[in-house]
Nanobody, 120 residues
Framework: QVQLVESGGGWVQPGGSLRLSCEASRSVFSIINMAWYRQAPGKQREMVAVITSGGGTNYADSVQGRFIISRDNAERTVHLQMNSLKPEDTAVYYC??????????????WGQGTLVTVSS
């Protein structure tokens, strides 16, 4: 089973920046989409940003222009550069990957989540 290992969460003041990273633990046949989701207390999990294997990106309106998603296909990693952070960005951030296994089956994998807290 593929494991997604996240890093980079923490506390930051409003207006600050953080960079989240996520690495797939072992080689898979391929990874189609990689994405970041977040879940704030009392709210549903929401998509933050997604990047395809070809580099196409899509962002939630709330983070457009502030967050940048990128990936390294060779290293099986995805990053989320978060700038101009706001208190409403406070949430647990989850890495997500749609992987293709050696038997050509596909599965959505999730990381364990990393907490991002934006406060003064």
């Amino acid at each position: 089973q593929v494991q997604l290992v996240e890093s980079g969460g923490g506390w930051v003041q409003p207006g600050g920046s953080l960079r989240l990273s996520c690495e797939a633990s072992r080689s898979v046949f391929s990874i189609i989409n990689m994405a970041w989701y977040r879940q704030a207390p009392g709210k549903q999990r929401e998509m933050v940003a997604v990047i395809t294997s070809g580099g196409g990106t899509n962002y939630a309106d709330s983070v457009q222009g502030r967050f940048i998603i990128s990936r390294d296909n060779a290293e099986r990693t995805v990053h989320l550069q978060m700038n101009s952070l706001k208190p409403e960005d406070t949430a647990v951030y989850y890495c997500n990957a749609l992987v293709v296994n050696s038997d050509l089956s596909t599965k959505a994998e999730w990381g364990q989540g990393t907490l991002v807290t934006v406060s003064s």
